[in-house]
């Protein structure tokens, strides 16, 4: 077996782990041999994926508020449609498949979370007219400033912070891509596993066996404490969630479940508590928070806090690699000017779009935003200068924050970002004149571009990792993702703008079944009344998540890991430490260094698997709700006002959801002990 044979048939052993002084990471394709990537097939197929994916996540994430990922199920269907057509050197086309279809998730992120939030507020200002190119403008441009600013920093968190931070989706979609290479007995349990993940997830998801959450509410007195000291406790028990707690690692999983605690069982009781307190002094008062559950205290009043963390984990993670930012432009301004730099003896793994052509696109891409505001927002020159800024100031400080998240935890913070953007859009543009109808259409455009941007950065930086790990071409990735983009921008105006036709985002006589849409449903409160009033605008739980992040600082604990934990809703943060102890248990079940090894690679495949399958599965859930295909068997359901809803009282729903999520656990481990040492 020749030299390049044994390469392509698995990760190297330093693939996951940091590097030790002097050690250096040599890809499965090795840099100094040339391999198909770009292809009539792969781009096609690519393209494909990206329509397909556009669509089917921008009806779920409309329909139910879930946008699921696209860069594994795309992976999987890359890797089987080239075994199919019998490709030789499949992995470097796989990479391309998966890097251009995986454009339609992000757009979609981007999308859906801002601009629907247009024809919610449409209802109350008739003259907000939104339509397609609106849609389509704001994601495009938006996706392609995210790609642009993620360029020069892709060196530092793909190459420079190899081993040091997780990428936990990177490590899936990696491990996916490799099994076509591996085939054998590593793709049957890539098989076997996403069937397993898949079907467990579509039992609650789909049929509606069991619910999809566990919390202490079902056990004795947990209702009574969580109706007056509003302290609950939550567990999403999907294999999906989990899995990615298995591949993030004890540590991280450990910290961001730490920051949901502080949320849940600190603050909430905690602000509780003082309306009770002030209810007593008052000498018969009411307690405001009384009537309230503690996932609407934590809605109202803890979000914030996590939201002013995050905002400030992000600055001090721009201010902390502030020398990477400014090397990565200094390059690009030497390239402009006529130095060579480094540029032209870099190896082919290595090689970015020229850093002169990256500057000179986002001149172009500014220069694009500015006539899109001028004209598709209809604005005055100066409103248009002053948003544009808002645009690429917010955009760029905030790319690290994006990429940063999706390392540690494979989750993009990018509602939470999103929300100070539009607060921040509102306080600027109301400084420049823009208020009322005008400034909400403004600034949710602002927020559209600058949502696009940040949910590609965080997107992308999965697929550059990747195509580092495997030895692609992070220049050829570059120049295709626009085009990924640009038909996952069309693809993603084309349904909104139908849909918003056809189903409505309000409740009315003539949509009398909207969609939920509940992210742009937010942004809509939030912004209509900063532009009307101003108020409603909590600086100070702002911040005090900002002064948390500072303390964290300190104190040598990741700030972005544990805010993020403080944001994200508590039932999706606590699998995420179950996955962390097993990933531990098992590194620790043997004293064998190699056998440990094989079983924590086992576990990543198996988790890997999981996620897969969970997310195909996912994909056919999404498929049959479009097509009005109801699969729901109301166990254990009653039907309330035309809608199916769990009975209340009943206890089994949730405790056959936990019986079975010990099961998946148990299953997990038993089939990664099974691992043996390859010789």
Not at 49 to 74: D, H, N, T, W
Request: glycine share 10%; aromatic share 12%.
């Amino acid at each position: 077996m020749s030299e390049h044979e044994q390469a392509t048939k698995s990760l190297p052993e330093n693939a996951y782990r940091e590097l030790k002084d002097g050690e250096e990471y040599k890809p499965v394709m090795p840099a100094s041999r040339l391999f198909p990537e770009v292809t009539a097939w792969s781009v096609c197929i690519g393209l494909l994926m990206a329509v397909i994916f556009s669509a089917a996540a921008a009806y779920s994430g409309l329909k139910i508020g879930q946008v699921f990922e696209a860069a594994i199920p795309i992976s999987i269907i890359a890797v089987g449609a080239s075994a199919a057509a019998r490709r030789n050197n499949a992995l470097g086309q796989n990479v391309i498949i998966q890097s251009i279809g995986a454009s339609s998730g992000v757009i979609v992120a981007g999308a859906i979370f801002t601009i629907p939030a247009l024809y919610i507020l449409q209802y109350k200002y008739p003259e907000i007219k939104p339509n397609f190119w609106q849609i389509f403008f704001s994601s495009l441009l938006g996706g392609c400033l995210g790609i642009l600013f993620l360029i020069p920093l892709r060196k530092y968190f793909v190459k420079d912070m190899h081993g040091k931070l997780p990428f936990p989706e990177a490590t899936a979609t990696t491990e996916i891509l490799m099994t076509g290479e591996k085939g054998g007995k590593q793709a049957q349990l890539l098989i076997v596993s996403g069937i397993i993940g898949g079907l467990y997830d579509f039992m609650f998801s789909s049929f509606r066996f069991w619910e999809e959450m566990f919390t202490s509410r079902i056990l004795p007195y947990g209702e009574a404490i969580a109706v007056k000291a509003k302290i609950v406790f939550k567990l999403n028990i999907s294999a999906l969630i989990f899995s990615f707690g298995y591949l993030i690692g004890l540590r991280y999983a450990t910290i961001i479940t730490v920051g949901s605690l502080l949320s849940w069982f600190v603050f909430i009781p905690l602000i509780n508590e003082i309306g009770h307190i002030v209810a007593m002094a008052s000498q018969g008062g009411v307690n405001p928070f009384e009537a309230m559950s503690a996932e609407q205290i934590f809605r109202a009043y803890v979000r914030p806090i996590g939201i002013g963390a995050i905002a400030m984990a992000g600055i001090i993670g721009i201010l902390r690699s502030a020398k990477v930012i400014g090397g990565s432009f200094k390059l690009a301004f030497s390239g402009l000017s006529g130095g060579k730099g480094k540029e032209e003896n870099v190896e082919r793994t290595q090689k970015d779009i020229k850093m002169s052509y990256v500057l000179l696109l986002i001149l172009a891409s500014i220069a694009a935003i500015f006539v899109f505001l001028l004209i598709g927002v209809n604005i005055t020159p100066v409103q248009a200068g002053v948003a544009l800024l808002a645009v690429i100031v917010i955009s760029f400080l905030f790319t690290t924050v994006a990429a940063n998240a999706i390392a540690i935890v494979g989750s993009n913070p990018v509602s939470g970002m999103t929300l100070m953007t539009l607060i921040l859009s509102s306080f600027i543009l109301s400084a420049a004149g823009l208020s009322g109808w005008q400034g909400m259409v403004s600034a949710l455009i602002i927020g559209g571009i600058v949502c696009t941007a940040l949910s590609m950065a965080g997107g992308f930086v999965t697929d550059l990792k990747v195509g580092y790990w495997l030895g692609t071409s992070p220049y050829k990735q570059q120049r295709f993702k626009f085009l990924g983009t640009l038909l996952s921008a069309a693809t993603v105006g084309l349904v909104i703008y139908v849909l918003g036709k056809a189903y409505g985002f309000v409740n009315t006589e003539a949509t009398p079944n909207p969609l939920v849409a509940p992210q742009a449903n937010a942004m809509a409160a939030v912004i209509e009344p900063l532009m009307l009033s101003g108020a409603n605008v909590y600086w100070i739980l702002y911040l005090v998540g900002a002064v948390i992040s500072v303390l964290l600082y300190f104190i040598g604990i990741p700030q972005l890991a544990f805010a993020l934990g403080m944001f994200i809703p508590q039932d999706l943060n606590t699998p995420l430490v179950v996955g962390g102890l097993l990933s531990y248990y098992i590194q620790k079940s043997t004293k064998d260094e190699k056998l440990s090894n094989a079983r924590l690679q086992r576990g990543t495949l198996i988790s890997s698997g999981f996620i897969a399958g969970a997310a195909l599965f996912g994909v056919i859930g999404a498929l049959l709700l479009f097509f009005g295909v109801d699969i729901n068997m109301h166990c254990f359901q009653e039907l309330k006002e035309n809608v199916w809803v769990w009975k209340e009282g009943n206890i089994w729903p949730q405790l056959f959801a936990f019986i079975s999520f010990v099961v998946l656990l148990i299953y997990f481990v038993w089939d990664t002990m099974r691992a043996k040492v390859e010789k």
